[in-house]
Each structure stands twice: as structure tokens, then as C-alpha cells.
């Protein structure tokens, strides 16, 4: 096979056999155009974008509220040139095949989150990959995960407000009874951390729950942050409420432990530590 081929910075064309030719591989355009409808937005079409380095379509969708979107594809955005699977609820991890384009694919459609293989969870967002083949048939469709919803427990991150809360209260019961000479603390609210002090000599204990003496951790960084800095503003609280709570007398007294970090001595050298 031989073609007329004309050299540019020459006048005249020349005759060569395809055997001292070579096919450039050029960019690749397609004139074919393909939309996607899917039950995020009630079935409404929208153009995939041609992704020249992986050579398909390309179209992004967010997961809704019930874990998982189901999606078809079309020809510009005619229904009467659907394209589909062969089932239901189809799936990368599902063998079956790709119909149409026709009208076809009424009930058959692709489905993201349904598999148990497919860990889909509401707010992910995920890449839907359509493949055409080079006679520009339907080839392949497949997803990917882009990008993870951060999903935060919301009752956790009110915990540490309510711990707050607590805490306050139990300052200011303790508070309520200082003007007395001496402080009877019930033994359902003693610490396991009390060294008793010396005869005669009066501690002052204001009753710590033994639960909330723990960081609670729960894996998620942000989370674990903010207790670790609430328990931190717990402990300078502590330290104050001890400091001017505890008692002088001519004898040393005892170490009282008001939070994990903070312990009070009363007597001559009454100061808050930390522990």
C-alpha cells in the first residue's frame, strides 16, 4: 500500500509504501457524547467528562443519606438510547453485561454501596468510570472511592460539656458547705487516691465520679483532642477550687486528690500539685 505524501518545507509530494510509515498516536478526541442519570438527583442527566489519561468517562456523585445511589448511562441524554447492565442493582463485584444503548434498562441499573464488598457510606464520594471500546461499543463501568466522608459522633463530642457541667455542680455543692469547721464526706463519694489525714485534722474532698477521672478515648483524633483539652481545663479548675479550699493548721495535713493530675495538701503548706 502506498500514499501520496507531502513533506512540509517541500514543493513536491512524494509516493511511499506504508512500510516506512509509522501511526502517531495523537490525542484522542470523542465525538460521541454521554450522559449520566442516577438517584441522587431524581433521574436528572448530566455530561460525563472524557478522561484523556485513563481513556474513559468520567463523573463524579456523592453517596445520599441511604448508603447507597443507583445510576444508568445515555447517549447525549436520550432515554431511547440507554445503556445498562443486565440486572439489577449490578456491580463491579457481580459478574453480568453491559445492554443498549435502547430503550431498554427499566428497572436495570448500576448500583454503589449495594454489594457487601462495595463499603459505600452516606456523604462518600465516588468516581463513576465509563470504558468504551476503539469501534466506540460499550466496554466496561466501574467506580472509586475519591473521597471518605468524616463522620463524627456527635453524642461524643457533647460529652465532654456535660462533664463540664457535672463538675461545676459539684464545686458548688462543695463550696455551699465550706463556712463548717468540719467537712463529713460520705463514704460512697471517698476516693481511692485519699491518704487519711492525721488526727484532728480535717480534709477537704470534693467528690470526684471515678468515671470521669478517665480520658475517654475514642480512636478519632479529633475527638481525643478535644476531651484531652477538656480534661486539661478540668485540671487547672481543680487546682484552684483545692488552693482555696484547703485548710491551714499548725499540723501537716494530707494529700487529697480532686482530679487524676491534682492533689492538695492541708496545713502550714497548703499549694496545689500536680500529679
Not at 107 to 115: L, N, R, S, V
Not at 223 to 232: A, G, I, Q, T
Request: charged content about 25%.
Amino acid at each position: 500500500e502506498r500514499w501520496v505524501v507531502t513533506v512540509a518545507g517541500k514543493d513536491k509530494s512524494r509516493i511511499l509504501s506504508t512500510r516506512f510509515m509509522q501511526k502517531l498516536e495523537g490525542a484522542e478526541t470523542q465525538s460521541q457524547s454521554y450522559c449520566i442519570v442516577g438517584s441522587w438527583d431524581d433521574w436528572d442527566a448530566h455530561p460525563m467528562r472524557w478522561d484523556q489519561l485513563q481513556k474513559c468517562f468520567e463523573f463524579e456523585a456523592e453517596i445520599g443519606a441511604g448508603g447507597s445511589e443507583s445510576f444508568k448511562i445515555l447517549i447525549g441524554d436520550d432515554w431511547d438510547h440507554c445503556i445498562y447492565p443486565s440486572h439489577a442493582n449490578a456491580s463491579p463485584f457481580v459478574k453480568h453485561t453491559i445492554c443498549g444503548p435502547d430503550e431498554g434498562g427499566l428497572d436495570e441499573c448500576w448500583t454503589i454501596g449495594q454489594h457487601q464488598e462495595d463499603k459505600a457510606a452516606a456523604g462518600d464520594v465516588y468516581k463513576v468510570r465509563f470504558f468504551i471500546s476503539s469501534d466506540g461499543k460499550p466496554k466496561l463501568v466501574n467506580w472509586v472511592c475519591i473521597k471518605e466522608a468524616q463522620v463524627v459522633n456527635q453524642s461524643l463530642l457533647q460529652e465532654p460539656i456535660a462533664h463540664v457541667a457535672r463538675r461545676h455542680q459539684d464545686a458548688t455543692d462543695a463550696s455551699e458547705v465550706r463556712g463548717s469547721s468540719e467537712l463529713q464526706v460520705p463514704s460512697s463519694a471517698k476516693s481511692p487516691f485519699r491518704v487519711d489525714a492525721p488526727e484532728g485534722v480535717a480534709a477537704v474532698q470534693a467528690p470526684v465520679i471515678e468515671e470521669e477521672r478517665r480520658i475517654r478515648i475514642t480512636g478519632d483524633k479529633v475527638v481525643d483532642s478535644m476531651h484531652k483539652r477538656v480534661d486539661d481545663a478540668l485540671a487547672m479548675q481543680a487546682a484552684s477550687r483545692a488552693t482555696d479550699s484547703a485548710r491551714q493548721t499548725d499540723e501537716e495535713g494530707c494529700f487529697e486528690v480532686l482530679h487524676p493530675r491534682v492533689a492538695v495538701r492541708a496545713g502550714p503548706s497548703t499549694s496545689a500539685l500536680n500529679v
